[in-house]
């Protein structure tokens, strides 16, 4: 992804884990070594314990590509930060462009990271 430059960067959709529910892709990212889950649904952090997790999550408030693209180093230096088992909301301000949920992943330069459910 142009956005994270340094970071490698796949598709949940890509692996077929696009329909996942979050504790399996979870589950599924962590096995694989991924190390980080960048997701737009709020509720996950709620939903999901933690406290055990190897992998850390960044949520974000909106994905609108255009919006992401202007706090694109922000969201690389909050992945470049989070620790193992961490959340990390990031408010993204933005006009009332329409969204969808989705879930998002992503990592540290070193390993691979996934994004689900964006078209």
């Not at 599924?28 to 996950?44: H, M, N, P, R, Y």
């Not at 055990?52 to 180093?73: C, E, F, P, Y």
């Not at 922000?74 to 193992?84: K, L, N, P, V, Y």
């Not at 992943?105 to 994004?115: D, E, Q, V, Y």
Request: hydrophobic content about 40%; overall charge positive; proline content about 2%.
């Amino acid at each position: 992804m142009r956005y994270l430059r340094g970071h490698s960067v796949t598709r949940a959709r890509e692996l077929g884990w696009h329909s996942l529910s979050d504790g399996s892709l979870l589950d599924k990212a962590e096995k694989a070594g991924f190390e980080v889950l960048i997701t737009c649904d709020q509720s996950i952090r709620f939903q999901q314990n933690f406290t055990n997790r190897k992998i850390a999550v960044v949520t974000l408030s909106t994905n609108h590509w255009r919006t992401l693209g202007k706090v694109s180093a922000r969201i690389a230096s909050t992945i470049d930060f989070i620790q193992r088992g961490q959340v990390v909301k990031i408010e993204v301000s933005t006009y009332n462009y329409p969204s969808k949920p989705a879930i998002f992943l992503a990592s540290f330069s070193t390993t691979i990271g996934l994004f689900a459910n964006v078209d």
